[in-house]
Nanobody, 125 residues
Framework: QVQLVESGGGLVQAGGSLRLSCAAS????????MGWFRQAPGKEREFVAA????????TYADSVKGRFTISRDNAKNTVDLQMNSLKPEDTAVYYC??????????????????WGQGTQVTVSS
């Protein structure tokens, strides 16, 4: 079965950095555009970033543009999210997402084929 397993979450002070990683198995990784969403308490799940199947194209939510970088390694079936200059408002559960044959864009959660279980990121002020 398909599994997306996130790692790398934790507690960090404002201005700090974290790197999230997602390891995928059970799917043909190169056929899926990959992305990250996040969900804060009491809020809807929101799009954060996406990377194309080849890794050549990326897109970001305006709130993270210039601070976060998404990348993928098709040889290792992994997708990473480097998060710099973190702010308290970045606090959320972060979810890895797989989107079959999708173009890169600002995805909605309903378009996602597979989700990871989520990893908590907490940014203290």
């Amino acid at each position: 079965q398909v599994q997306l397993v996130e790692s790398g979450g934790g507690l960090v002070q404002a201005g700090g950095s974290l790197r999230l990683s997602c390891a995928a198995s059970g799917l043909t990784f190169s056929l899926y555009a990959m992305g990250w969403f996040r969900q804060a308490p009491g809020k809807e799940r929101e799009f954060v970033a996406a990377v194309s199947r080849s890794g050549s194209m990326t897109t970001y939510a305006d709130s993270v543009k210039g601070r976060f970088t998404i990348s993928r390694d098709n040889a290792k079936n992994t997708v990473d999210l480097q998060m710099n200059s973190l702010k308290p408002e970045d606090t959320a559960v972060y979810y890895c997402a797989a989107n079959y044959m999708s173009p890169v864009g600002t995805w909605t959660s309903t378009s996602i084929n597979y989700w990871g279980q989520g990893t908590q990121v907490t940014v203290s002020s």
